[in-house]
């Protein structure tokens, strides 16, 4: 699965479009600016007399210093609030919804009960149909941290004890690349995850998918992890839903194994990174909640990590 460039210059959503329009139209016009204002002090530290007489001239300061700065803010400020900000903030009819949380690091998603779906929770990464307005509700279970997709929309800051809101829709399928973007703590940097835009049957599929219990094991490896994880006390923090674990401190792990990757966007989605994670977590993300597991013996560990990747 290839994973598109992170960029604000390739927008594939409708509001991430109108935000880049803006910057493009700020940059020509602050492009244009600039030259002109080199021009006027070239002109008064090379004119000769009369020309730089004009230049301190009542009236010209008074239209260059004053009247034209207003007209062009006036004009970007209408420009920015009606083109840009009316088309970033309305709802759709048939917006999807999604809630997500930020936490030290990652990001709890829950897509809540609809007419045609109860609600699941995942994380790290969201799915959302092409097309279709995606209404995100932000919130912080922690510290400040701020919810970004440069491709498909703007950024909003998630703030413990208020909910915020960002609307996207993605025009294009594809896997896009998001970030924390506000800093929260050490690693903050290793707070990434993944929004990908599926067409709208697919992810009808993937909404069914999402929705069912943790698939049991089938295999003695899978059998071995599965019996690992259970009296290895992983249940404490995470939920495999269909068995014991019921934990909610960690992420939910029901279906970790489809995900796009694993650690918030840190390590390819296999066998050997849930191993290694297990083992080496806090050299991999220092200081994150979950303690290193170096109690396994290395089939154990490695039987753990295949029974992980099974959970698509
Ligand atoms: Cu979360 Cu930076």
Not at 128 to 140: A, D
Not at 187 to 204: G, K, T, V
Not at 288 to 297: G, L, Q, T
């Amino acid at each position: 699965m290839t994973v598109e460039a992170q960029s604000v210059l390739v927008p594939h959503g409708a509001d991430a479009a109108a935000i880049a329009a803006l910057s493009w139209v700020m940059f020509a016009g602050a492009a244009i600016i600039a030259l002109g204002v080199l021009a006027f002090a070239i002109a008064a530290y090379r004119g000769g007399p009369g020309l730089r007489k004009k230049l301190s001239d009542d009236r010209f300061i008074l239209t260059w210093g004053a009247i034209v700065p207003t007209a062009i803010l006036t004009t970007l400020l209408t420009y920015g609030l009606t083109l840009t900000g009316a088309r970033v903030m309305p709802a759709a009819a048939d917006e999807l919804k999604v809630e997500i949380s930020g936490e030290q690091w990652w990001w709890r998603v829950r897509y809540p009960a609809t007419e045609q779906s109860s609600a699941f929770t995942t994380a790290n990464e969201i799915r959302i149909p092409v097309g279709r307005q995606v209404e995100i509700k932000l919130s912080s279970a922690d510290v400040i941290h701020s919810f970004w997709v440069p491709n498909l929309a703007g950024k909003v800051d998630m703030i413990p004890g208020t909910v915020n809101h960002i609307r996207l829709t993605a025009t294009k399928a594809g896997i896009f690349r998001g970030q924390c973007a506000e800093y929260c703590g050490g690693a903050h940097a290793l707070m990434a995850f993944h929004a990908q835009a599926l067409e709208p049957a697919e992810f009808s599929e993937w909404l069914i998918d999402q929705q069912q219990p943790g698939i049991a094991p089938v295999t003695a490896q899978q059998r071995q992890g599965s019996e690992t994880f259970l009296l290895g006390g992983c249940g404490a923090c995470h939920t495999i839903r269909g068995t014991q674990a019921q934990g909610t401190v960690g992420p939910d792990l029901t279906h970790v194994g489809s995900r796009i990757a694993l650690v918030a966007g840190m390590l390819p989605n296999d066998a050997k990174s849930f191993s290694e994670w297990i083992a080496n977590n806090q050299h991999i993300k220092p200081n994150n909640r979950m303690p290193p597991f170096r109690i396994f013996p290395p089939a154990e560990l490695a039987a753990l990590g295949i029974y992980l990747d099974s959970l698509k």
